[in-house]
C-alpha cells in the first residue's frame, strides 16, 4: 500500500458508475486522479462528461492529473445525514481547485488535529474499500525545516 492510500474506516456507499465516469472510477481504483482533457482546447475538465464544457468539443483524452490542489470553500458537517457517514463526524467537505484547473467537491481527511481551512494546500490521497477506491484530499504536510503553509482567505 503506498502513501497515498489508506484503508477504508468503514463501509461506504459505492458510487454509481456510468458510461461517462468509469474511466473516473476505473483510474482511481488505480490510485491514480484521471481527468479528462479536451483535444481541441487543451483544458481539463470535472465532473467526466460527453463534451468539453468549455468548446463544446466531444474530442478528449484521459490524463493523470498531479493530484495536488488548494481547498476554495469548506463545510464541516456536525451531523450526519446518512449512517455510512455516522463514523466520520465531524466531517469536512471542501470545494478543491485543483492544479490543472477543474474544481471537485471532495472530503478532507487526516487533518491531524490542524483544521482544514480554505485556501490550504491539499493534495489526493485514496480510501480503499472492497469494491472501489475513494479519492479524497488531505492537507500537503510541509517537509521537515520548511515553514507550514499559510492559509489564504
Ligand atoms: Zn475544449
Known amino acids: 500500500m503506498t502513501a497515498n492510500v489508506i484503508a477504508a474506516p468503514h463501509p461506504k ?13 476505473d ?4 490510485h491514480e ?13 470535472a465532473p467526466p462528461g460527453p463534451i ?9 483524452t484521459w490524463e ?3 493530484g495536488q490542489g488548494v481547498i476554495t470553500s469548506l463545510v ?8 455510512e457517514f455516522d463514523n466520520d463526524l465531524p466531517l ?13 467537491i471532495t472530503n478532507i481527511v487526516q487533518a491531524d488535529g490542524t483544521p482544514p481551512a480554505s485556501g490550504m494546500p491539499v493534495e489526493v490521497v485514496f480510501e480503499d474499500h472492497a469494491d472501489f ?21
Do not use: D, M
Open 76 to 83: 464541516t458537517f456536525h451531523k450526519s445525514y446518512h449512517p
Open 52 to 60: 468539453c464544457p468549455l468548446c463544446f468539443s466531444g474530442e478528449f
Open 13 to 25: 456507499p459505492a458510487p454509481t458508475i456510468s458510461a461517462y465516469n468509469k474511466p473516473y472510477w
Open 133 to 153: 477506491s475513494l479519492p479524497q484530499f488531505r492537507p500537503v504536510r510541509p517537509a521537515s525545516g520548511t515553514r507550514p503553509p499559510t492559509p489564504q482567505g
Open 92 to 104: 469536512a467537505a471542501a470545494l478543491v481547485e485543483l492544479a490543472e484547473g477543474p474544481r471537485l
Open 27 to 30: 483510474a482511481a481504483r488505480q
Open 64 to 66: 493523470q492529473a498531479s
Open 33 to 45: 486522479l484521471r481527468l479528462q482533457r479536451c483535444a481541441e482546447c487543451g483544458r481539463f475538465w
